[in-house]
């Protein structure tokens, strides 16, 4: 599907921690990459400006207390009713993982659902990659989104 010989990933993720990791595995398996912790204020148009391949998601944005004004699924339901973003395709990448969260993802379009806990980091990237290679062939990591 894409073309570009460098894909481009916009990642939505809180914790600042993982920023560094994310960023060293995704640019390793050749992605561009643009993280933002909220999914906050002019959130749709730092996506479209950054014209991303695809997205991850974190779900559990402001877990930690912080004040936000959406959380991932919120967020994803934004883009998704947005005409300028509304094909970017979505997937989830968190450490929480509770079933209703997962169909609520589905429910908006979320291509997977991937859980942190599950995967090593280093793989992750190949399952972003796998989607932009063939989305019609793709199979999510995720049972509840191969249903």
Do not use: C
């Not at 599907?1 to 390793?28: G, S, Y």
């Not at 004004?69 to 450490?95: C, F, S, V, Y």
């Not at 509770?98 to 090593?120: C, M, N, P, R």
Request: aromatic fraction near 8%; proline fraction near 5%; charge should be neutral.
């Amino acid at each position: 599907m894409w073309k570009r010989t460098q894909p481009k990933i916009f990642m939505v993720e809180d914790d600042r921690n993982n920023h560094p990791l994310f960023r060293k595995v995704f640019e390793a398996a050749g992605f561009a990459v643009t993280i933002r912790r909220t999914a906050d204020g002019d959130f749709i148009e730092d996506v479209v400006k950054s014209g991303p391949d695809i997205i991850s998601m974190d779900i559990m944005i402001g877990k930690s207390g912080a004040d936000v004004e959406r959380d991932g699924l919120e967020a994803g339901r934004l883009l998704k009713a947005d005409e300028r973003t509304a094909q970017i395709p979505i997937m989830i990448l968190t450490n929480f993982f509770v079933d209703e969260k997962v169909q609520q993802a589905k429910a908006f379009g979320a291509v997977d659902f991937i859980s942190l806990q599950g995967h090593a980091i280093a793989t992750i990237p190949e399952i972003f990659k796998r989607y932009l290679d063939a989305p019609r062939k793709f199979i999510p990591t995720h049972p509840l989104l191969q249903q």
